[in-house]
């Protein structure tokens, strides 16, 4: 599930039924967020200093109902250190057509970064040093639970073409460390590649394969 096999092909696979995957894939998503609330709870005696943090866009079902994902990451040794998915309206040529087809769809991304930040107050200094892009909306939501935290922004420059457009055409990425991961979560979640045909079909699948895919990333992919 994190190395870019989708529920169907991994029932193919195994030669099971894709009900039993589907099973398997909830009861493993379950216990990857208790390994790594554990994990994190552990880090919390070591609390960092800097941290990196911004937001993936994917959608539901269709183009027409996008969902964004925040990510913090840190910024040494790349491991994730939370992830929440929201709800968002579409933007753009696409705006119209979604108010037209499914109603005003809320933004949620607010709720989002306030579950993100405040899940992090146990494994980060209150005055640690925040880098982002420079989202307008980011300030008032690190403020409410890092007051006295500093944040720099830096403007996000133009996707490359590896990476999944993720990571930049830069000489030098101040947020290389957090572009990195989104290559990764692109390259590795089927769901996330851009131009596939397997997507999520509603937020609690994406919330558990992303679930899987930090435990992996941050148990195997980036070992202590």
Not at 194 to 219: F, M, P, Q, S
């Amino acid at each position: 599930m994190a190395s870019t096999v989708s529920q169907r092909r991994a029932a193919i696979l195994v030669g099971v039924d894709k009900k039993t995957v589907v099973r398997y894939f909830r009861f493993i998503a379950n216990e990857c967020a208790r390994r790594e609330k554990t994990r994190l709870i552990k880090h919390g005696r070591d609390r960092l200093k800097h941290v990196q943090f911004d937001d993936l866009e994917t959608f539901e079902h269709t183009k027409l109902k996008p969902l964004s994902v925040a990510l913090a990451v840190d910024p040494n040794t790349r491991k994730i250190l939370g992830i929440q998915v929201s709800r968002m309206p579409a933007k753009g040529s696409l705006a119209r057509k979604s108010i037209e087809k499914y109603g005003r769809r809320k933004d949620e991304r607010k709720q989002g970064w306030n579950r993100l930040f405040k899940g992090l107050v146990s494994t980060v200094i209150p005055d640690a040093e925040f880098l982002s892009d420079q989202n307008p909306h980011y300030p008032a939501a690190l403020k409410k639970y890092f007051p006295f935290a500093k944040h720099a922004v830096t403007p996000g420059g133009r996707g490359a073409v590896t990476g999944q457009g993720e990571l930049k055409k830069l000489a030098f990425d101040p947020l290389f460390a957090l572009n990195h991961t989104c290559a990764m979560l692109r390259a590795n979640l089927s769901r996330l590649i851009r131009r596939t045909w397997c997507t999520t079909k509603n937020i609690r699948g994406l919330e558990d394969h992303l679930a899987i895919y930090v435990d992996y990333h941050n148990r195997v992919l980036t070992p202590e």
